[in-house]
């Protein structure tokens, strides 16, 4: 299964829930129509990207909205990564979380965000996700029949040990749920995607939610899909989207025989000490 379509899913995300569960469905469903085997969904679509939302909308593993991406795959025979919701612990820590399900409605995989999205942006964008959330602390990865995908959410994609550790796992597409804004956007979103993709020769898969400027938080949108050589294949605007994309798994083994960078590596000069258990 060299070649398979992914879904994403630029849906506006409101204040209710219930609401935001029903038009990710509604979103899925039509990109499953268009052929998609693999669907991804945004950073936080079922509450506004916003702290207190987050302590008001954070449920255990297990809960409504869990339920609702468990049974949607399952309907629809499909991989879903699940965007981002707030998951909260036991110990009532609160998370920026991502679940993984496969096409019999099965957990597979879950990425606490790792890097947490405190900013001050002189003359732009603030905000500090540690006031509400707990940081997690593992590299997630996850394997379909069209190979292996690694997952991120957004501010992660930031640092590139994280992609390469990602890659050391085997991973040959990274799905980064996102929500950049109108300041950080502009300026990194396409770049950090295409750098990545270039970094790792992979696919990298943005997710973002619809743009909304009435918003205390506005996203940039442009969920965008770059192939291995650093090409965009496809982008949204900022209104609400689907982007369904064609994948070929061939093409990054052709990327990685013509430029080998990989292979290139000085392993004997740097080596991150954390993926020395992983093929360093």
């Keep these: 299964m060299n070649r398979f379509i992914v879904g994403i899913i630029q849906m506006p995300v409101s204040d209710v829930k219930e609401k935001n569960l ?8 039509q990109a499953v129509q268009a052929g998609a085997k693999v669907v991804v969904l945004p ?8 702290n207190r939302y987050f302590s008001l909308f954070a ?3 297990g809960g409504l909205s869990w339920q609702e991406m468990s049974l949607i795959a399952r309907r629809n025979n499909i991989f879903l990564v699940g965007g981002s919701i707030p998951e909260i612990d036991e110990e009532n820590h609160i998370y920026n979380t991502s679940y993984v399900f496969d096409p019999q409605g099965r957990q597979i995989a879950k990425h606490r965000k790792m890097h947490l999205f405190d900013i001050d942006v002189k003359g732009g964008q603030y905000f500090k996700e540690s006031d509400t959330l707990t940081a997690g602390n593992r590299v997630t990865v996850f394997d ?12 992660d994609i930031r640092f590139p040990e994280l992609s390469r550790a990602l890659v050391q796992r085997d991973a040959k597409f990274i799905v980064v749920p996102a929500a950049f804004n109108m300041t950080t956007g502009p300026a990194h979103w396409e770049l950090l995607f295409r750098t990545r993709a270039l970094d790792n020769q992979v696919f990298t898969i943005g997710a973002a939610p619809a743009r909304d400027i009435s918003g205390s938080y506005v996203s940039y ?3 965008l899909v770059v192939d291995p050589w650093g090409t965009v294949l496809q982008r949204l605007g900022g209104e609400e989207g689907i982007l369904v994309q064609e994948l070929d798994l061939a093409q990054i083994e052709k990327v ?7 292979k290139h590596r000085r392993n004997d000069v740097y080596c991150l000490t954390e993926l020395t258990k992983w093929n360093c």
Excluded: H, V, W
């Design 22 to 29: 029903r038009k990710a469905e509604e979103m899925i469903d």
């Design 43 to 50: 950073e936080m679509f079922n509450c506004p990207y916003q």
């Design 59 to 61: 449920e255990e593993e």
């Design 144 to 155: 379909t029949p069209y190979g292996r995908f690694g997952l991120m959410i957004c501010y």
């Design 221 to 223: 949108g442009n969920s």
């Design 256 to 262: 990685r025989e013509e430029l080998p960078l990989l």
